[in-house]
């Protein structure tokens, strides 16, 4: 039973920065790719950050610039850090994972439980 598990998030002032960790227990999958997602009640889920394994990063434009994640495929984890937060960077962020299950084939999505971030003006 795959799980993500994220931690990180909280309050923070505007002009601030904030990290996010996320990480997949489980056992015989890889990874193909690990993302955040975001959406405020009422809104859509949009995409923060998202990256595959041995590919580059892709980041939503209203974070571009100020944010950056990183896959740790050894460990299963994905990391996503955020500087110069906004006001409107306030959201649930959402952890995503793309495995692989290797023995049965089947490429799943897995999501984590979200985590909040607070930004204050």
Known sequence: QVQ????GGGCVQAGGSLS???AASGSDFSINAMGWYRRAPGTQRELVAAIRSGSSPNY?????GRS???IDNAKNMVYLQMSSLKPEDTDVYSCNAQLVNWRVGCLSDYWGQGTQVTVSS
Not at 60 to 64: E, G, K
């Open 68 to 70: 950056t994640i990183t």
């Open 20 to 22: 996010l960790f996320c």
């Open 4 to 7: 993500l598990v994220e931690s």
């Open 60 to 64: 939503a434009d209203s974070v571009h």
